[in-house]
């Protein structure tokens, strides 16, 4: 079977984004970000977000670009949440407050955050900065929100309905038969689970470690690699993950100027996402070139192959879908 390989295409100047993309987004601090879905509609509660590849994967992935000290409030997720650090320098901080811990994380770092905790995050650098956010599951669910940002975003207009859409007050009425979601009581919070710093930073792969997280592929020795989540098999050797989340999903990154995987053929969804260079894709008997920030996904079933054609060395993280 052909596969229009547009439609697997994410071109990173061809994703529309989300300007209030959630029920905070008109606060200060959040009001300057945009939410983009390129595989899956993501926890988006904007009805209207434009989703680049909808076909169900067993993940999602979004990403956020956000200006100086803008970025996301306080939230919990239902499935896994792991960021992908692309540009510029973003603060983590979590706890019902937001103050049980902090990092900070710079480009080509990764992050997997627990579910059932509230985080929250902002871009820290002076000028605009993107990450990409990989969710668990083909429906990711709802996320719950801190009492005080439902707060604060009401007193914007902003209300997210007990069927979880979202309205604009200064635009719309409450419909007939729906009602706003009542914030959670100080009770509930109980429910979330507590993390110390030192607790989260097992999570946490930074670019300037890497030295103690990369592994050589020894068949061709241009590939540098390191497997973040889900055992990877690769040119017949096989990687350990270096964090221990179940996320459903797999995660690598491969580095190098001539880095390359040779032709494989996988019944599972597969996403590529440069970081830097340029990747000739292969996928059955097309070929498609992605530069930084851009996404392809290879069909189930489809026969794939990789390979690094810039002068400088590139990175390219490859999600796989696991169930
Ligand atoms: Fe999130």
């Not at 200060?28 to 009805?47: A, C, F, L, M, T």
Request: charged share 25%.
């Amino acid at each position: 079977m052909t596969i229009d390989i547009n439609t697997r295409l994410a071109r990173f100047e061809d994703l529309i984004p989300s300007k209030v993309p959630f029920v905070e987004g008109k606060l200060k601090g959040h009001q300057d970000r945009s939410n983009y879905s390129i595989v899956g509609p993501g926890v988006s509660e904007d009805s209207k977000q434009n989703v680049k590849i909808a076909e169900a994967h067993g993940f999602n992935i979004g990403a956020v670009s956000a200006a100086s000290m803008n970025g996301s409030g306080l939230h919990s997720h239902t499935t896994a949440e792991v960021f992908l650090i692309f540009s510029g320098s973003w603060r983590f901080y979590w706890g019902s407050d937001g103050k049980e811990g902090e990092v900070i994380l710079h480009k080509g770092d990764v992050a997997s955050f627990p579910t059932n905790m509230f985080r929250g995050f902002q871009n820290i650098s002076d000028d605009e900065a993107y990450m990409v956010v990989v969710l668990g599951e083909n429906d990711p669910g709802v996320i719950t929100w801190t009492p005080k940002v439902i707060k604060d975003a009401k007193d914007t207009g902003m209300v997210l309905l007990n069927d979880n859409s979202l309205i604009d007050l200064d635009k719309q009425k409450i419909p007939e038969g729906k009602k706003a979601l009542e914030p959670l009581h100080e009770n509930d919070l109980h429910q979330f689970d507590h993390y110390t710093s030192d607790e989260i930073e097992k999570f946490v792969i930074r670019s300037s470690d890497s030295q103690r997280y990369i592994e050589d592929d020894e068949h061709f020795n241009s590939n540098s690699i390191i497997n973040y989540l889900d055992e990877l098999s690769l040119h017949e050797k096989t990687f350990k993950p270096h964090i221990p989340h179940h996320t459903g999903f797999g995660l690598s990154l491969l580095t190098g100027k001539d880095a390359h995987i040779h032709s494989y053929q996988s019944k599972k969804s597969e996403a590529f996402l440069c970081l830097d260079g340029k990747w000739e894709i292969t996928c059955d008997d097309q070929k498609v070139i992605i530069g930084p920030r851009d996404t392809f996904s290879a069909p189930k079933n489809s026969i794939r192959s990789v390979k690094q054609i810039s002068d400088e060395v590139g990175s390219l993280f490859l999600v796989r879908q696991k169930n």
